[in-house]
């Protein structure tokens, strides 16, 4: 089993910076990429950024050139750097690791971003 705990939601005013982080923990020799997922009220949980064991990453292109996604894998922590955010970039942002046989969730972190 894993356990995911993120940190570092809150409210920011559109244009501002938040960094959220991702702590695992339980059997985390098992994981191998990691990614962060958000969920806006009324829609569909969509996939913002993943990172594999090695570093290589994917972003959607709506926070293309704007988030960075990172990971210490001697803390077993990953990373979301937001910057220059929008009011479209509320939600729910979830953490999610890619295990042996299944993927583990977080409990999920509210970004909420003012015009």
């Known amino acids: 089993q894993v356990q995911l705990v993120e940190s570092g939601g809150g409210l920011v005013q559109a244009g501002g910076s938040l960094r959220l982080s991702c702590a695992a923990s339980?059997?985390?020799?098992?994981?191998?990429?990691m990614g962060w997922y958000r969920q806006a009220p009324g829609k569909q949980r969509e996939l913002v950024a993943s990172?594999?064991?090695?570093?290589?990453?994917n972003y959607a292109d709506s926070v293309k050139g704007r988030f960075i996604i990172s990971r210490d894998n001697a803390k077993n922590t990953a990373y979301l750097q937001m910057n220059s955010l929008k009011p479209e970039d509320t939600a729910v942002y979830y953490c999610?690791?890619?295990?042996?046989?299944?993927?583990?969730w977080g409990q999920g972190t509210q970004v909420t971003v003012s015009s």
């Open positions: 339980g059997s985390i020799f098992s994981i191998n990429a």
């Open positions: 999610n690791a890619e295990g042996l046989i299944r993927y583990y």
């Open positions: 990172i594999t064991k090695g570093g290589s990453t």
